[in-house]
């Protein structure tokens, strides 16, 4: 049988080597396509992410299903020159999560049909989460290790038999790997108070997790196989963002934690919810034992940023002319006022707290609203604007200081797309430094 690429991470983590990935977790083109720009001058591979509620068997929030994804990556790899055997897929968070207001049977069904649609797409990194309750599970009760791990391995068998299908299509396709877990960080971020506090897993709940799947995956009459491509399990090392800042790996605290990974010679830890860590403590989580660094909203956030920079100099060039402005954070604003469902649970505070959360917050639940028709039309005429009217480096200065610079110095093409990605390629060369992952090819 052929290896997954990315059980590479693994093999050089219990060398010793500090060397890792970072996954992109966004279907946003410009998030997408200044990764895989970025991948193509490091010389790097490029892990993209869909997560469950962006791309499922129905469409997500997205209206893409997984193979959609897939064929939305690749033409953007083939428009950039990009070497699409350099591209890694994974499925996040692949589970009843978006099926939980329903009971067991239902939401594992609908649950089984998603993996389904992911492994036949060709995902090789799937993240089985079954740690999210159904309706039928009891309020009042945690979900037990036991039934988490029975439900992921029920998933899992289902991605198995789909992979021997997809077999017979593609013989070359190559067998997916796993990342499991049952102390997942919620999808989204946090929801409520950001005064209740990370805390880091304990050793002995990860050594237990590991054990039940290991077991039921046996139960489920997954091989030993099967089992050696889990190579991930989802812990929390005490990372966190929050609406004005994160919570900053401590490796202190987590130090028991990171220790006992050394127990387990096929796996390394997955962090989620790395954004906004700093280039250096991102570097300590690779080093400490986390193999994959997740980052997803640090990105969308660097997007959001930029675009309202350059509205900002839009607003300063159009100033007492007849051209219709774009805007941009205007129209992103009352989108996510028509229809609160994705920011509502997550924003607390008075009414003029929750207006700076919607627009800056770190959590950047905005953009969950970025594929909008009204959005992506503000943000269309926003770049055509300046696509015609030229950015002056004085208001690039002010700007974008760091792209002025890069521009000054003939490294970046002072055009609104670029500038965009530039800024984006800011926080995807934080997790570069890190992860060291173009060791991986």
């Known amino acids: 049988m052929l290896l997954n690429p990315l059980k590479k991470i693994v093999e050089l983590q219990k060398e010793g080597k500090s ?80 099926f939980a207001g329903k009971d067991e049977a239902e939401a594992m069904a609908d649950a089984e049909e998603l993996i389904r649609h992911y492994v036949a797409a060709g995902f090789t990194k799937i993240h089985i989460d079954t740690s999210m309750k159904v309706r039928s599970d009891a309020e009042d009760e945690r979900l037990s290790d036991e039934v988490i791990a029975r439900r992921g391995a029920r998933l899992a068998q289902v991605a198995e038999k789909t992979y021997q299908e997809l077999l017979k299509k593609e013989p070359d396709a190559i067998p997916p790997v796993y990342i499991i877990g049952s102390e997942v960080p919620i999808p989204g971020g946090a929801v409520g108070s950001e005064d209740t506090g990370v805390q880091v897993t304990k050793v002995d709940d990860f050594k237990n997790t590991v054990q039940t799947f290991e077991k039921a995956f046996a139960d489920a009459g997954l091989g030993q196989d099967v089992w050696e491509r889990v190579i991930g399990v989802v812990v929390q090392p005490g990372v966190e963002e929050k609406d004005s800042g994160c919570t900053e790996y401590d490796r202190e605290k987590a130090k028991e934690l990171m220790a006992s990974i050394k127990d387990f010679p096929n796996l390394v830890f997955e962090g989620h919810s790395t954004d ?25 956030f660097a997007m959001r940023e930029a675009m309202f920079a350059l509205e900002h100099i839009e607003q300063e060039l159009l100033y007492g002319t007849d051209i219709t402005p774009s805007h941009f954070a205007e129209t992103l604003d009352e989108e996510m006022c028509k229809d609160d469902k994705y920011w509502k649970k997550h924003y607390q505070g008075s009414a003029l707290e929750i207006r700076m959360k919607r627009k800056y917050s770190f959590s950047d639940r905005c953009r969950y ?50 500038l965009v990605e530039d800024r984006i390629i800011n926080t995807i060369d934080e997790y570069l430094y890190a992860t060291h992952q173009r060791k991986l090819l």
């Open 19 to 98: 060397v890792g990935i970072y996954s992109v977790c966004s279907a946003n083109k410009y998030v997408i396509e200044a990764a895989l720009k970025r991948g193509k001058s490091d010389g790097s591979c490029v892990l993209i992410e869909s997560t469950a509620n962006q791309c499922d068997q129905n469409g997500g929030y997205t209206g893409m299903k997984p193979a959609d994804f897939k064929e939305f990556v690749l033409e953007i790899a083939k428009k950039n020159g990009f070497d699409k055997q350099k591209i890694f897929l994974g499925g996040d968070h692949l589970g009843p999560l978006t």
């Open 369 to 418: 609203y970025m594929p909008t028709p009204a959005v992506e039309k503000a943000c269309d005429r926003l770049l055509e604007n300046l696509g015609k009217l030229g950015v002056p480096l004085h208001l690039l200065s002010q700007f974008m200081p760091i792209q002025y610079t890069k521009v000054r110095e003939g490294l970046l093409e002072n055009e609104p797309v670029a």
């Open 276 to 300: 906004y860590q700093t280039k250096i403590k991102l570097r300590e989580l690779v080093e400490d034992g986390v193999g994959i660094l997740k980052v997803g909203p640090a990105l969308t």
